[in-house]
């Protein structure tokens, strides 16, 4: 299959990158043959920012050209495009082992100047082995206001075959001094067909269910993943749905509050387990510190170091999968807003409530539900702001209360 294949619903992208991806080859092509490089008028440039809501596949789209820019099938030869993904180039870049290719994702809050210098020497290296050196910054909106000064220094002066490839919700997200240096392609949420499809191709999930994931996430194609292959994440989707039927009282907003909270704690601590049991213990290993005996001197500070590293990505884990059960309760009340203004079109809370949504929707004025969709909103950016989790949840349930 080619490397666009889990690009769903983006076609003008994929025209894009293609043609850069040629324009990338002939350019390499012609400067391994001591040829004069064409750079006029070419499609290829070394910086790009991916924009697109969440679920667009922003991610997806850019490690997919890092994969064309490393392709070395034969048939490029003979005019086909690059981007096979079946040669090594492609394959290693894909699975995440290729030399050249540098995928930067974070699961802390913030990337600093520290990492981001880093990478800047790193991208300042001629390839090893591949066509190009790649690197692809996931998070982009994630760097720190002085990390974005270090990255905008060597996008002005790249290395000669460095390519950046950037990925942000939107190009407000990145620093005006870098959008200005990058050439910008705007994803847009894929059709749920088309999200459906790719899960049962791709991950086996039964047909069915595959179309009532992706119409629950709107097109949000990570989130479908998780919710048709994993049994919990259902589960606590249909725990969070639930809520708007409990808050009939003061008591009964302020545990639904609590039950939110107490659920994303729960979620983030499921993922990090695992996860921080490796990486201690790998890291104790590397230190000389053997099982069940004392560390060496010396070694506390790195432990530390870990350790704080972790609480970061646990709080930051935490407050994704809250930012996940607010996307889930406004998807309720987009469905009651919906029933209220004679509309069925993108149902998507699921048909387990509803009959809470028609409920809701008989009981209640159009008015009263978008405030209810703007107080989720509005606990959402106290989030952003860190406010108190819990302080800020409790508001939205008693706002949701009132209407």
């Not at 950046?164 to 994803?187: G, H, Q």
């Not at 994440?233 to 545990?255: D, E, I, T």
Request: some cysteine.
């Amino acid at each position: 299959m080619a490397v666009w294949d889990d690009l769903v619903g983006q076609e003008r992208v994929v025209a894009q990158l293609t043609a850069a991806a040629v324009d990338a080859d002939a350019y390499v092509t012609a400067a391994r043959e001591g040829e004069e490089p064409r750079t006029s008028g070419s499609a290829m440039t070394h910086a790009w920012l991916f924009t697109g809501p969440p679920g667009s596949g922003r991610a997806t789209a850019a490690r997919a050209f890092a994969a064309a820019l490393q392709c070395v099938d034969p048939e490029r030869a003979r005019g086909g495009a690059p981007g096979c993904g079946f040669c090594d180039g492609c394959h290693t870049s894909l699975v995440g082992t290729h030399a050249d290719v540098e995928v930067i994702r974070t699961d802390l809050l913030t990337i600093g100047v520290k990492e981001t210098r880093e990478q800047v020497r790193h991208a300042q290296m001629s390839p090893s082995g591949g066509r190009w050196q790649v690197i692809v910054l996931e998070d982009a909106d994630r760097l720190t206001e002085g990390a974005g000064n270090v990255l905008l220094k060597a996008i002005e002066e790249p290395a000669p075959r460095t390519v950046w490839l950037l990925c942000a919700p939107s190009t407000e997200d990145v620093l005006p001094t870098i959008r200005s240096r990058c050439r910008s392609l705007s994803l847009r949420t894929p059709p749920v067909e088309a999200v459906a499809d790719l899960l049962t191709r791709r991950d086996g999930v039964e047909p069915e269910l595959a179309h009532r994931c992706a119409r629950a996430t709107q097109g949000h194609i990570g989130r479908a993943r998780r919710l048709a292959t994993d049994e919990r994440a259902r589960s606590r989707r249909a725990a969070v749905l639930r809520l708007p039927q409990r808050m009939s009282g003061v008591g009964g907003c302020l545990k639904a509050a609590q039950e939110l909270i107490d659920a994303a704690t729960e979620d983030a601590k499921q993922v990090a387990e695992e996860l921080d049991a490796k990486e201690t213990e790998e890291l104790r290993t590397a230190l000389g510190g053997a099982e069940g005996k004392r560390m060496p001197r010396g070694t506390a500070g790195a432990m530390k170091e870990l350790e704080d590293r972790q609480k970061r990505r646990a709080t930051r884990t935490q407050r994704d999968s809250l930012d996940l059960a607010l996307t889930d309760l406004t998807s309720f009340y987009r469905d009651v807003l919906a029933h209220q203004l004679g509309s069925s079109t993108g149902l998507g809370a699921g048909a387990e409530v509803q009959e809470a949504v028609e409920e809701f929707a008989a009981r209640g004025r159009p008015e009263e539900t978008l405030r209810r969709m703007e107080a989720i909103l509005a606990c959402r950016e106290a989030l952003d702001r860190n406010v108190a989790p819990l302080l800020a949840v409790e508001s939205m349930t008693m706002s949701l209360r009132t209407g």
